[in-house]
């Protein structure tokens, strides 16, 4: 069985300042892992994943994640956010079969 | 293109009536679907998966069930909901990260 734990409910952030939203991840079996964001109103969106090859994951809109097998973790970062940045983030694990379970989320609210 | 359908996309019922929610997907054959619930403060849960026609997998015990009468056809029922039934349900199909989501449905049981 996999589990995804993402260990802060709520990260206020200042515009233009660096997040890191931390992924904890477990699971007996190899997996693929991704995150993705919510936007007020609106589905979800994939933000990037981690299939295989290179430990450092860049996606879109500046966001990039480092997979970490001995630590178990994906860590979501960016270096500077924006207004538009508010959003709620999800880490998903997945494994070769293809279901995905979701951590409780991450909300980010970045203020001027 | 691939398309997902699923209603109704608000629901106020009272506790102990029946629940039917339907998602229908358009555009490919045999998918792989999913029922999601989204509660606050929760994240996304996965209720149900399902590979193919009658094949319904549950990852956590609960009030509610799933059926596949159709290759894309995937209904959430309950016999008689629960306060605790309340959320935002999300069906969804495809595979891996290439996963589909529905537009929802905000049941709120009172």
């Known amino acids: 069985a996999q589990s995804v734990t993402q260990l802060d409910s709520q990260v206020p952030v200042f515009e233009e300042a660096p997040v890191e939203l931390r992924c904890n991840y477990s699971?007996?079996?190899?997996?693929?892992l991704f995150w993705y964001v919510q936007y007020p109103n609106q589905g979800l969106q994939l933000l990037l994943k981690?299939?295989?090859?290179?430990?450092l994951v860049k996606g879109i809109n500046g966001f990039e994640a480092e997979f970490n097998k001995s630590q178990t973790s994906f860590h979501l970062r960016k270096p500077s956010v924006h207004i538009s940045d508010t959003a709620e983030y999800f880490c998903?694990?997945?494994?070769?079969?293809?279901?995905?379970?979701f951590g409780a989320g991450t909300q980010v609210v970045v203020t001027p | 293109s691939q398309t997902i359908h699923q209603w109704p996309a608000t629901l106020v019922q009272p506790v102990g009536s029946p629940l039917s929610l339907e998602c229908t997907v358009e555009?490919?054959?045999?998918?792989?679907l999913y029922w999601y619930r989204q509660a606050a403060g929760r994240g996304l849960q996965l209720l149900f998966y399902?590979?193919?026609?009658?094949?319904i997998s549950s990852e956590v015990p609960q009030n509610l069930s799933a059926s596949r009468p159709q290759d894309r056809q995937f209904i959430l029922s309950s016999k008689k909901l629960l306060l605790s039934d309340s959320g935002f349900y999300l069906c969804?199909?495809?595979?891996?990260?290439?996963?589909?989501f529905g537009s929802g449905t905000q049941l709120s049981v009172l």
């Open positions: 969804a199909w495809g595979i891996r990260e290439k996963l589909f």
């Open positions: 998903a694990v997945s494994d070769s079969w293809g279901k995905l379970q």
């Open positions: 399902s590979v193919g026609i009658g094949q």
């Open positions: 981690y299939l295989s090859g290179s430990t």
């Open positions: 699971s007996s079996v190899s997996v693929y």
């Open positions: 555009g490919t054959s045999n998918p792989n």
